[in-house]
């Protein structure tokens, strides 16, 4: 098959694949949609600044954290953030300064409570980890940095199927957990799948946002074309988010993100750790154990919608693919945000391959460890 005139990277040959009669150039998308329709990122920003305010945090006495928050996310949503700036857990964390007098409930909205910027709050609250641990053992101070341990290093996979593929899948198991999992997890659908869509599944800390960004903005922390890009994808792909931290961050992160109130995409659902399983794997010639995100999950609970051929699980780490390599994305990840200058393009070169390959009745025979590759 000639995939010149395309340029979409392909895993196999024509004749190999399941998918020969709708696997042709002409059902390539020729014209992916116009990214430039879109509103410009300043205009999103001033949007996002316009609809949140400027808070000052203190803790223990000199510890400052200046957040810009969303007016209309939940008390419950601000100490989500403050949990893992100081590591106090959210539950025992008391606010003080948003309500005279009082503290305010979870459910309460900043713009219900009528905070305005420049309202100055104490948080009073020890972290979990100086209530069980000696002083000395003190963390948990990274910046909406995902809970669980990092497993092993992903720096040496640098992309290419073949590569990846090194790593194999030891656990005899997993079927068992992700049955589990399936039966246990609760899923809240945000907005209903739509028929026809394929699906992105999209990991968060250092693929959408700088989780370490200590800029306290946090239209700094997103990656540049964040919105675009998803506003670009979503007339042909369903949106799951899906991090590797408890479902009080997720929704917080998304939430104060401004992606569960952008005018021009809906995201379906969230996934949280709950829906991740462990596996026991050799990786780069050691076994190791590491969790992953088996998306036989969401297609055993979406069976009419998602499928291994119209899904794409876009992540900074591969080992997250394991148990789906095919499908696996790896996008390079977005770091220092508040030190560099803003000029990752990822996401608008993401889009573009994403619209381009949209049209494919399947998306099965794609390699997609190669989509740097593709040019528009
Ligand atoms: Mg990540």
């Known amino acids: 098959m000639d995939t010149s005139s395309s340029n979409v990277p392909v895993k196999r040959s024509h004749s190999e694949s399941s998918c020969n009669e709708a696997y042709t ?11 430039d329709s ?3 990122t300043a205009e999103v920003e001033d949007e996002m600044v316009r609809e949140s305010v400027l808070i000052d945090v ?9 957040l810009r928050i969303p007016k209309y996310a939940t008390i419950l949503s601000v100490k989500a953030l403050l ?4 590591g106090v857990d959210a539950e025992s964390q008391k606010l003080l300064g948003l309500v005279r007098g009082q503290l305010p409930r979870d459910s309460d909205t900043l713009v219900g409570l009528g905070v305005s910027s420049g309202t100055r709050v104490r948080l009073v609250g020890t972290p979990l980890c100086d209530r069980l641990q000696p002083r000395e053992g003190l963390s948990g101070s990274g910046l909406w940095e995902s809970e669980m341990p990092p497993g092993p290093s992903d720096d040496a996979i ?6 990846m593929a090194r790593s194999q899948v030891l656990s005899t198991d997993w079927q068992m957990q992700l049955q589990r999992i399936v039966e246990d997890t609760e899923i809240r659908v945000l907005n209903a799948p739509r028929a026809g869509r394929k699906l992105v599944v999209l990991d968060l800390d250092y693929t959408l946002f700088d989780c370490k960004n200590v800029s306290g903005n946090v239209t700094d922390m997103a990656r540049p074309g964040l919105h675009e890009f998803l506003a670009a994808i979503y007339p042909v792909y369903d949106l799951i988010v899906w ?47 590491h969790q ?12 009419d919608h998602y499928c291994r051929q119209n899904t794409i699980h876009i992540d900074d780490l591969s080992r997250n693919f394991a148990l789906n390599w095919q499908n696996g994305l790896k996008i390079r990840a977005f770091k220092r945000a508040d030190t560099q200058p803003r000029t990752d393009t990822e996401l608008y070169k993401l889009a ?3 619209l381009h390959i949209s049209a494919l009745p399947s998306l099965e025979a794609l390699d997609h460890s190669q989509w740097h590759s593709y040019k528009n």
């Open 243 to 289: 991090s590797q931290t408890r479902w009080h961050i997720v929704e917080s992160k998304i939430t104060l993100l401004g992606m569960l109130t952008h005018p021009h995409y809906k995201i379906t659902t969230a996934l949280d750790i709950s829906s991740m399983l462990t596996i026991h794997a050799l990786r780069n010639g050691r076994e190791v154990d």
């Open 25 to 35: 150039t002409e059902n390539l998308i020729q014209q992916p949609a116009a990214l």
């Open 83 to 86: 949990e893992e700036l100081t």
């Open 58 to 66: 203190v803790w223990r006495g000199s510890e400052q954290y200046p």
């Open 292 to 303: 992953v995100k088996p998306l036989e999950f969401i297609w055993t609970r979406f069976p």
């Open 158 to 163: 640098s992309g290419g199927l073949a590569r």
């Open 38 to 40: 879109l509103p410009e």
């Open 352 to 354: 573009r391959y994403l």
